[in-house]
Protein backbone atom coordinates (compact mmCIF):
# COMPACT_ATOMS: atom_id res chain seq x y z
CA UNK A 1 0.00 0.00 0.00
CA UNK A 2 2.77 2.43 0.74
CA UNK A 3 4.07 1.74 -2.96
CA UNK A 4 0.41 2.60 -4.15
CA UNK A 5 -0.19 5.54 -2.14
CA UNK A 6 3.88 6.89 -3.35
CA UNK A 7 2.94 6.31 -7.05
CA UNK A 8 -0.61 8.03 -6.80
CA UNK A 9 1.45 11.10 -5.20
CA UNK A 10 4.24 11.30 -7.59
CA UNK A 11 1.61 10.94 -10.60
CA UNK A 12 -0.51 13.83 -8.69
CA UNK A 13 2.77 15.94 -8.24
CA UNK A 14 3.70 15.24 -11.95
CA UNK A 15 -0.11 16.66 -13.22
CA UNK A 16 0.49 19.76 -10.93
CA UNK A 17 3.71 20.88 -12.39
CA UNK A 18 2.51 20.30 -15.33
CA UNK A 19 -0.58 22.61 -14.77
CA UNK A 20 2.45 25.10 -13.72
CA UNK A 21 4.46 24.78 -16.15
CA UNK A 22 1.08 25.64 -18.80
CA UNK A 23 0.08 28.91 -17.11
CA UNK A 24 3.35 30.16 -17.21
CA UNK A 25 3.23 29.45 -21.11
CA UNK A 26 -0.36 30.67 -21.16
CA UNK A 27 0.41 33.86 -19.23
CA UNK A 28 3.79 34.24 -21.26
CA UNK A 29 1.82 34.15 -24.47
CA UNK A 30 -1.08 37.16 -23.34
CA UNK A 31 2.41 39.17 -22.41
CA UNK A 32 3.98 39.10 -25.34
CA UNK A 33 0.21 40.47 -27.30
CA UNK A 34 -0.75 43.05 -24.35
CA UNK A 35 2.27 44.60 -22.61
CA UNK A 36 3.88 47.70 -23.71
CA UNK A 37 7.63 46.79 -24.57
CA UNK A 38 10.94 47.87 -26.48
CA UNK A 39 13.96 45.49 -26.07
CA UNK A 40 16.97 44.69 -27.61
CA UNK A 41 17.83 40.98 -28.48
CA UNK A 42 20.12 38.78 -29.59
CA UNK A 43 19.16 36.02 -32.21
CA UNK A 44 21.69 33.16 -32.82
CA UNK A 45 20.52 30.65 -35.59
CA UNK A 46 22.69 28.60 -38.33
CA UNK A 47 25.40 29.90 -36.74
CA UNK A 48 24.47 33.69 -37.75
CA UNK A 49 23.95 35.88 -34.30
CA UNK A 50 21.98 39.16 -35.33
CA UNK A 51 20.94 41.69 -32.93
CA UNK A 52 17.54 43.18 -33.40
CA UNK A 53 15.11 45.97 -31.54
CA UNK A 54 11.43 45.20 -30.70
CA UNK A 55 8.70 47.80 -29.83
CA UNK A 56 5.46 46.86 -28.92
CA UNK A 57 2.35 48.53 -27.92
CA UNK A 58 -1.32 47.39 -27.05
CA UNK A 59 -3.81 50.14 -26.06
CA UNK A 60 -7.82 51.60 -27.13
CA UNK A 61 -6.09 51.85 -31.23
CA UNK A 62 -5.42 47.93 -31.39
CA UNK A 63 -1.76 46.77 -31.55
CA UNK A 64 1.02 47.74 -32.71
CA UNK A 65 4.73 46.51 -33.53
CA UNK A 66 7.98 47.44 -35.04
CA UNK A 67 10.80 44.97 -35.58
CA UNK A 68 13.97 46.07 -36.88
CA UNK A 69 17.53 44.75 -37.33
CA UNK A 70 20.49 46.13 -35.50
CA UNK A 71 23.08 44.33 -37.42
CA UNK A 72 23.74 43.78 -41.09
CA UNK A 73 21.18 44.73 -43.49
CA UNK A 74 18.18 47.23 -42.37
CA UNK A 75 15.78 44.56 -42.39
CA UNK A 76 12.18 46.07 -40.99
CA UNK A 77 8.73 44.35 -39.85
CA UNK A 78 6.03 46.38 -38.89
CA UNK A 79 2.52 45.19 -37.61
CA UNK A 80 -0.83 46.16 -36.29
CA UNK A 81 -4.14 45.00 -36.46
CA UNK A 82 -4.25 45.00 -40.26
CA UNK A 83 -1.66 44.52 -42.16
CA UNK A 84 1.90 43.07 -41.76
CA UNK A 85 4.75 45.53 -43.84
CA UNK A 86 8.20 44.21 -44.48
CA UNK A 87 10.95 46.08 -46.09
CA UNK A 88 14.07 43.99 -47.39
CA UNK A 89 16.77 46.88 -48.50
CA UNK A 90 18.59 43.64 -49.63
CA UNK A 91 16.71 42.92 -52.75
CA UNK A 92 14.85 46.29 -52.48
CA UNK A 93 11.87 45.36 -51.68
CA UNK A 94 8.19 45.59 -49.52
CA UNK A 95 5.78 43.36 -48.83
CA UNK A 96 2.67 43.98 -47.39
CA UNK A 97 -0.23 41.19 -46.69
CA UNK A 98 -2.86 40.33 -43.45
CA UNK A 99 -0.15 37.34 -42.02
CA UNK A 100 2.10 37.35 -39.32
CA UNK A 101 5.65 36.44 -41.25
CA UNK A 102 7.62 34.40 -39.05
CA UNK A 103 9.62 35.74 -35.87
CA UNK A 104 12.53 34.97 -33.53
CA UNK A 105 9.47 34.08 -31.10
CA UNK A 106 7.29 31.46 -30.99
CA UNK A 107 3.73 30.84 -30.88
CA UNK A 108 2.33 29.51 -27.83
CA UNK A 109 -1.23 27.67 -28.99
CA UNK A 110 -4.54 27.78 -26.78
CA UNK A 111 -5.06 24.49 -26.33
CA UNK A 112 -2.17 23.32 -23.86
CA UNK A 113 -3.95 20.38 -22.70
CA UNK A 114 -3.91 18.92 -26.61
CA UNK A 115 -0.04 20.04 -26.70
CA UNK A 116 0.67 18.24 -23.67
CA UNK A 117 -0.12 14.72 -25.38
CA UNK A 118 3.01 15.07 -27.41
CA UNK A 119 5.22 16.95 -25.08
CA UNK A 120 6.48 17.67 -21.82
CA UNK A 121 5.61 20.25 -20.03
CA UNK A 122 7.80 21.22 -17.07
CA UNK A 123 8.75 23.99 -14.15
CA UNK A 124 13.01 23.63 -14.48
CA UNK A 125 12.99 26.67 -11.29
CA UNK A 126 14.54 29.97 -11.21
CA UNK A 127 16.87 31.57 -13.17
CA UNK A 128 18.39 34.96 -13.70
CA UNK A 129 18.05 36.81 -17.39
CA UNK A 130 18.52 40.40 -18.65
CA UNK A 131 18.47 42.05 -14.86
CA UNK A 132 15.40 40.16 -13.95
CA UNK A 133 14.47 36.81 -12.12
CA UNK A 134 12.85 34.56 -14.35
CA UNK A 135 11.21 30.95 -14.52
CA UNK A 136 12.37 28.43 -16.78
CA UNK A 137 9.87 26.39 -18.31
CA UNK A 138 10.96 23.37 -20.63
CA UNK A 139 9.18 22.12 -23.21
CA UNK A 140 10.20 18.09 -25.05
CA UNK A 141 8.60 16.10 -27.24
CA UNK A 142 7.70 12.57 -26.09
CA UNK A 143 9.57 11.37 -29.29
CA UNK A 144 12.62 12.44 -31.67
CA UNK A 145 10.35 13.62 -34.42
CA UNK A 146 10.22 17.53 -33.35
CA UNK A 147 12.40 19.67 -31.32
CA UNK A 148 11.79 20.58 -27.95
CA UNK A 149 12.10 24.27 -26.80
CA UNK A 150 12.72 26.42 -23.33
CA UNK A 151 11.37 29.46 -22.35
CA UNK A 152 12.98 31.59 -19.27
CA UNK A 153 9.71 34.00 -18.01
CA UNK A 154 10.41 37.33 -15.99
CA UNK A 155 8.44 36.11 -12.84
CA UNK A 156 6.96 39.64 -12.30
CA UNK A 157 5.45 40.68 -15.38
CA UNK A 158 5.45 37.43 -17.68
CA UNK A 159 7.76 38.78 -20.36
CA UNK A 160 9.08 36.30 -22.80
CA UNK A 161 13.30 37.00 -22.18
CA UNK A 162 15.28 34.19 -23.57
CA UNK A 163 13.80 31.16 -25.61
CA UNK A 164 15.70 28.19 -27.00
CA UNK A 165 14.98 25.71 -29.81
CA UNK A 166 16.65 22.35 -28.25
CA UNK A 167 17.50 19.34 -31.06
CA UNK A 168 16.78 15.53 -29.96
CA UNK A 169 19.66 15.63 -27.18
CA UNK A 170 18.79 18.83 -25.62
CA UNK A 171 21.64 21.70 -27.48
CA UNK A 172 20.22 24.56 -28.61
CA UNK A 173 19.63 24.64 -31.79
CA UNK A 174 18.30 28.35 -31.84
CA UNK A 175 18.36 30.92 -29.43
CA UNK A 176 16.66 34.78 -28.46
CA UNK A 177 17.79 36.30 -25.35
CA UNK A 178 17.21 40.09 -24.43
CA UNK A 179 19.72 41.98 -23.40
CA UNK A 180 17.85 45.14 -22.77
CA UNK A 181 14.20 45.39 -21.83
CA UNK A 182 12.40 48.22 -20.70
CA UNK A 183 8.48 47.38 -20.07
CA UNK A 184 5.67 49.16 -19.43
CA UNK A 185 6.52 52.80 -20.50
CA UNK A 186 5.10 54.73 -22.89
CA UNK A 187 6.46 54.32 -26.36
CA UNK A 188 6.19 57.73 -29.33
CA UNK A 189 3.79 57.19 -32.00
CA UNK A 190 6.93 58.54 -33.83
CA UNK A 191 9.11 55.79 -32.55
CA UNK A 192 6.70 53.00 -35.11
CA UNK A 193 7.36 54.60 -38.30
CA UNK A 194 10.12 52.79 -40.42
CA UNK A 195 13.38 54.27 -40.99
CA UNK A 196 13.27 53.40 -44.44
CA UNK A 197 10.56 54.42 -46.95
CA UNK A 198 10.41 51.94 -49.54
CA UNK A 199 10.93 54.70 -51.61
CA UNK A 200 12.46 53.04 -55.51
CA UNK A 201 11.63 49.89 -53.91
CA UNK A 202 9.41 47.17 -55.79
CA UNK A 203 6.35 46.83 -53.80
CA UNK A 204 4.49 43.49 -53.35
CA UNK A 205 0.95 43.72 -52.05
CA UNK A 206 -1.22 40.38 -50.97
CA UNK A 207 -4.85 41.09 -52.30
CA UNK A 208 -7.62 40.94 -49.99
CA UNK A 209 -9.73 39.19 -52.41
CA UNK A 210 -10.16 35.57 -53.52
CA UNK A 211 -9.82 34.65 -57.48
CA UNK A 212 -12.83 33.33 -59.09
CA UNK A 213 -14.16 29.64 -57.51
CA UNK A 214 -12.80 26.69 -59.70
CA UNK A 215 -13.85 22.97 -59.47
CA UNK A 216 -12.33 21.31 -56.41
CA UNK A 217 -10.23 24.41 -56.16
CA UNK A 218 -10.31 24.05 -52.32
CA UNK A 219 -9.44 20.26 -51.96
CA UNK A 220 -5.48 19.03 -52.86
CA UNK A 221 -4.63 16.91 -55.37
CA UNK A 222 -2.11 15.53 -53.23
CA UNK A 223 -2.29 13.45 -50.17
CA UNK A 224 0.17 13.06 -47.16
CA UNK A 225 0.45 9.70 -45.65
CA UNK A 226 2.88 10.02 -42.86
CA UNK A 227 2.92 12.99 -39.92
CA UNK A 228 4.13 13.07 -36.22
CA UNK A 229 1.48 11.77 -34.22
CA UNK A 230 -0.66 15.36 -33.37
CA UNK A 231 -0.15 17.03 -36.62
CA UNK A 232 -2.97 18.00 -39.02
CA UNK A 233 -3.40 19.77 -41.70
CA UNK A 234 -4.00 23.74 -40.93
CA UNK A 235 -3.94 25.69 -44.27
CA UNK A 236 -3.71 25.00 -48.06
CA UNK A 237 -3.51 27.23 -51.08
CA UNK A 238 -2.47 26.84 -54.49
CA UNK A 239 0.23 29.54 -55.47
CA UNK A 240 2.73 30.20 -57.91
CA UNK A 241 6.36 29.84 -57.15
CA UNK A 242 8.32 30.63 -60.35
CA UNK A 243 6.91 32.14 -63.24
CA UNK A 244 7.72 29.57 -65.72
CA UNK A 245 5.68 27.12 -63.76
CA UNK A 246 2.15 26.52 -63.08
CA UNK A 247 0.89 26.35 -59.50
CA UNK A 248 1.97 24.92 -56.68
CA UNK A 249 0.18 23.08 -53.99
CA UNK A 250 0.99 24.12 -50.30
CA UNK A 251 0.27 22.05 -47.55
CA UNK A 252 0.33 23.30 -43.77
CA UNK A 253 0.73 20.61 -41.08
CA UNK A 254 0.74 21.82 -36.75
CA UNK A 255 1.24 20.29 -33.73
CA UNK A 256 0.45 23.48 -32.15
CA UNK A 257 3.92 24.37 -32.22
CA UNK A 258 6.28 23.16 -34.75
CA UNK A 259 4.75 23.77 -38.77
CA UNK A 260 5.82 22.05 -41.44
CA UNK A 261 5.39 23.05 -45.11
CA UNK A 262 4.52 20.08 -47.87
CA UNK A 263 4.95 22.44 -51.84
CA UNK A 264 4.30 20.35 -54.62
CA UNK A 265 4.43 21.85 -58.51
CA UNK A 266 5.14 20.29 -61.85
CA UNK A 267 8.47 20.71 -62.99
CA UNK A 268 9.48 22.47 -66.38
CA UNK A 269 12.90 21.04 -66.22
CA UNK A 270 14.86 18.01 -64.89
CA UNK A 271 17.78 20.20 -63.76
CA UNK A 272 15.82 22.39 -61.32
CA UNK A 273 15.17 19.29 -59.51
CA UNK A 274 15.63 19.46 -55.68
CA UNK A 275 16.45 15.45 -54.12
CA UNK A 276 18.32 14.69 -50.62
CA UNK A 277 18.14 17.25 -47.99
CA UNK A 278 19.41 20.71 -47.16
CA UNK A 279 19.33 22.45 -43.93
CA UNK A 280 20.09 25.99 -42.12
CA UNK A 281 19.82 26.33 -38.64
CA UNK A 282 16.96 25.05 -37.12
CA UNK A 283 14.88 25.07 -40.82
CA UNK A 284 15.22 21.83 -42.82
CA UNK A 285 14.02 20.67 -45.84
CA UNK A 286 14.12 17.91 -48.17
CA UNK A 287 13.53 17.26 -51.97
CA UNK A 288 11.87 14.20 -53.69
CA UNK A 289 10.49 13.67 -57.46
CA UNK A 290 7.10 12.02 -58.10
CA UNK A 291 5.49 11.26 -61.24
CA UNK A 292 7.50 14.20 -63.21
CA UNK A 293 6.63 17.00 -60.03
CA UNK A 294 8.82 18.75 -57.54
CA UNK A 295 8.16 17.37 -53.53
CA UNK A 296 9.25 19.94 -51.11
CA UNK A 297 9.05 19.60 -47.36
CA UNK A 298 10.08 22.17 -44.92
CA UNK A 299 9.92 22.97 -41.60
CA UNK A 300 11.32 23.28 -38.01
CA UNK A 301 11.95 19.96 -37.39
CA UNK A 302 14.57 17.35 -37.54
CA UNK A 303 15.98 16.08 -40.62
CA UNK A 304 14.39 12.83 -40.38
CA UNK A 305 10.95 14.28 -40.17
CA UNK A 306 10.71 16.09 -43.10
CA UNK A 307 12.02 12.89 -44.79
CA UNK A 308 8.76 10.70 -43.38
CA UNK A 309 7.30 13.32 -44.88
CA UNK A 310 8.10 13.56 -48.70
CA UNK A 311 8.46 10.19 -49.02
CA UNK A 312 4.69 9.42 -47.93
CA UNK A 313 3.29 12.28 -50.43
CA UNK A 314 1.60 11.03 -53.65
CA UNK A 315 -1.02 12.10 -56.48
CA UNK A 316 -5.06 11.67 -55.31
CA UNK A 317 -5.53 12.60 -59.58
CA UNK A 318 -4.17 12.54 -62.59
CA UNK A 319 -5.10 16.05 -62.93
CA UNK A 320 -2.61 19.06 -63.21
CA UNK A 321 -2.31 20.77 -59.62
CA UNK A 322 -3.23 23.72 -60.59
CA UNK A 323 -3.61 26.17 -63.70
CA UNK A 324 -0.92 27.47 -65.34
Known amino acids: MKWLFAGLLAVAGQAVAQEDAQ?????????????????????????????????????????????????????????????VTCIMPDNRSVMVGQSRPRQPFPVVP??????????????????????????????????????????????DTRMLLKFDLTDVDGSAIEQVMFTRMGIGKDIPAADFNPSLTGDGYTWHRQENGKPAAQPDADKPGWAVGSVP????????????????????????????????????????SPARAFEGSASMGAMNAYGKLVDGYQVTVVGEVPPATVKMIAHSVSRLSQEPVGPG
Open 229 to 268: AGFRLTGFQRQRLHKDNGNAEHLVFSDGLATVSVYVERLS
Open 110 to 155: RDLDSLSRYYHLVDAGEDRMAGYMARVITVTPKDNLRYGYRFWIAA
Open 23 to 83: RWLEEMSAALETLTYDGTFVYLHGNKLDAMRILHRQDDSGERERLFSLTGSAREVLRDDRV
